[in-house]
């Protein structure tokens, strides 16, 4: 006889009778009554597998799962600002949603909103895009197939968490709860309104931020969505440019990391400053960099940082591409807003260093993003969701399918 949740939840076609004895359905009830059977499981199928050992789904095209997007926002009392207040992280949490949030009303960014109401009549006027998503906001997380592996994405210097919503947000619908925080004083935000940080004020700050939300993620309150989705067992750390140092800053202090995929990294070396060298991470990495960089050169930053790491590594190297092709921030015209705002960058030409990898010869973003998708979510999937088949995604022959010459590719697994 069928007991607990399944016998509670049984539907009876009409016209027939329960074959449970009475006595049995009152010892049921009064079973559930006592211990709580709870509602019927959740029952959320997916239009195809997942990736897992034994599925490896084409990581440049949209996962199985539609995508829900939160903002959360912690207040870190264990550090304080110069004016004594605790330093706050907003984070953007995309995750797995419920099938029924597919074609939902997608969540959408605009960097008008990180100005100043003074700002923003002062380029009311200007033709800014807005980043569409997919993500629809504060979808119910799909729990059946979870709790899922938690990637850490950490924006670059002067950006923002939703920089690279592209990779975010696709990464996401494979079964990944994916968190962005904003780096406080190191944002976009604080660019555009004089605030910005130096770099070495958020050097050792942003991989103390990664953990920090890790441990958040890790510790949801009662009663919150987010609660247990995450498996803190499967945790990798992203990042592009400032954010790849932080990946890997980070992969020597919290061990329990398990993949990073730093994007146009700086030097190694520079990353790892304060640590005894030559550092063993002992975990895959993924470099995703471009030959054509010219905000990091190839030459000083991303050669020596490959040389530095010790397989399994691998290398996604996009020759004509720059430093921003890894980005969502080309879609915007800030090099107008700057010049609008009069905004005095030391040492930065903003309209110069957004030329780098925004137009040609880079590849378009049609070209490069699903290309940059598909080897990062590929290494994912087999890193953490121990996907057989993914690694032979990982070639040569299969990134040449993006466009011949486009990408050169290695692997030392």
């Known amino acids: ?223 919150d969505p987010l609660r247990q989705l995450v498996d803190i067992d499967r945790l990798a750390v992203a990042g592009h440019s400032f954010g790849a140092v932080t990946a890997l800053r980070v992969a020597v202090t919290d061990k329990r990391v398990k993949a990073i995929v730093p994007q146009a990294p700086a030097n190694a070396e520079l990353a790892w400053l304060g640590y005894t060298l030559p550092v063993q991470l002992g975990i895959p990495v993924m470099v995703q960099a471009a030959h054509k960089d010219r905000t990091l050169p190839w030459d000083e930053h991303t050669s020596p940082t490959w040389a530095a790491l010790a397989p399994p590594r691998h290398l996604l190297d996009i020759v004509e591409g720059g430093h921003f092709t890894f980005t969502d921030l080309c879609a915007f015209d800030l090099a107008s807003l700057a010049a609008k705002l009069e905004l005095d960058l030391p040492g930065v030409d903003v309209a110069k260093v957004l030329g780098d990898g925004c137009g040609p010869p880079a590849p378009p973003p049609g070209v490069a993003q699903p290309l940059i998708n598909h080897f990062a979510v590929g290494f994912l999937n087999a890193a953490l969701r121990g996907s057989q088949g993914s690694p032979s995604l990982l070639s040569q022959e299969v990134a040449d399918r993006f466009g011949p010459g486009v990408a050169t590719v290695l692997s030392e697994p």
């Open 1 to 223: 006889m069928a007991t607990g949740p399944q016998a509670a939840s049984r539907q009876l076609r009409p016209g027939l009778t329960d074959p449970t004895p009475v006595s049995g359905r009152l010892v049921l009830l009064l079973a559930c009554s006592l211990l709580g059977c709870g509602p019927p499981a959740e029952v959320d199928p997916l239009p195809f597998p997942p990736a897992g050992p034994d599925a490896a789904p084409d990581p440049s095209a949209p996962g199985p799962f539609p995508v829900g997007v939160r903002t959360l926002r912690i207040e870190d009392s264990g550090r304080r600002k110069p004016d004594g207040t605790p330093r706050v992280l907003v984070i953007e949490v995309w995750y797995p949603a419920l099938q029924a949030s597919r074609g939902g009303p997608g969540e959408t960014y605009d960097v008008k909103s990180l100005l100043t109401d003074e700002q923003r009549a002062r380029v009311a006027d200007a033709q800014v895009p807005v980043l569409e998503t997919a993500a629809v906001r504060d979808a119910p997380p799909s729990r059946v197939h979870g709790p899922y592996p938690l990637v850490v994405f950490s924006h670059g210097q002067a950006a923002v968490r939703w920089q690279s919503t592209y990779f975010t947000v696709l990464l996401a619908s494979h079964g990944y709860v994916v968190a962005a925080p904003d780096h406080e004083g190191n944002t976009l935000a604080d660019a555009l309104r004089g605030t910005l940080s130096t770099p070495t004020a958020s050097f050792d700050a942003r991989p103390t931020d990664v953990t920090v939300v890790v441990n958040r993620l890790a510790r949801m309150p009662e009663g």
